[in-house]
T-cell receptor, first 112, second 113 residues
């Protein structure tokens, strides 16, 4: 069990640029979740996958956000045309069915 | 929509003493799970303890225990024999069967030596 891995750990970009984050879940975990956490707040749900199927999307996930999980393994979260308000920590978590979720270290996004 | 409220932004405890962190939630469901997660500064979120709503018995994990009051929709965390390593942000979270987590705003716990 190597844990949930997220890459990169930090991303600094200019407003208007596109960014992509990657999450590698714990092997054999069929569920994968993305959350967003702003400073001093609890994480907020963005979306989740069961295997390769995206089963739920939050209204927080505007049309500038897209997530994929090809082949039910790793997942990517892309943000297009980044805005100042996108600055946050993006957390990935995985679980086996309804077992407790295990979190990665997160990707901190800073928009200049 | 389900909501989770942590009314204590910050708490302090002396090393070796006991502290209780409060959490209330709102739901119309009868079957759900509750969790406490710990997030040390710049580190990974770690599961501390979980409670299944259909279980009457309060969950315990070593020095950590909960007081689950289903009718009152209350789920507090008690940390006994506090250690310096317990210092972190603590999040209370609610989950319906198989779905997303809904988190509270968190409580910063400071441990004094």
């Amino acid at each position: 069990d190597t844990g949930v891995s997220q890459d990169p750990r930090h991303k600094i970009t200019k407003r208007g640029q596109n960014v992509t984050f990657r999450c590698d879940p714990i092997s054999e975990h069929n569920r994968l979740y993305w959350y967003r956490q702003t400073l001093g707040q609890g994480p907020e749900f963005l979306t989740y996958f069961q295997n390769e199927a995206q089963l739920e999307k939050s209204r927080l996930l505007s049309d500038r956000f897209s997530a994929e999980r090809p082949k039910g393994s790793f997942s990517t979260l892309e943000i297009q045309r980044t805005e100042q308000g996108d600055s946050a920590m993006y957390l990935c978590a995985s679980s086996r069915d309804h077992q407790p979720q295990h979190f990665g270290d997160g990707t901190r996004l800073s928009i200049l | 929509a389900q909501t989770v409220t942590q009314s204590q932004p910050e708490m302090s405890v002396q090393e070796a003493e006991t502290v209780t962190l409060s959490c209330t939630y709102d739901t119309s469901e009868s079957d759900y799970y509750l969790f406490w997660y710990k997030q040390p500064p710049s580190r990974q979120m770690i599961l501390v303890i979980r409670q299944e709503a259909y279980k009457q018995q309060n969950a315990t994990e070593n020095r950590f225990s909960v007081n689950f009051q289903k009718a009152a929709k209350s789920f507090s965390l008690k940390i006994s024999d506090s250690q310096l390593g317990d210092a972190a942000m603590y999040f209370c979270a609610y989950r319906e069967y198989g779905n997303k987590l809904v988190f509270g705003a968190g409580t910063i716990l400071r441990v004094k030596s």
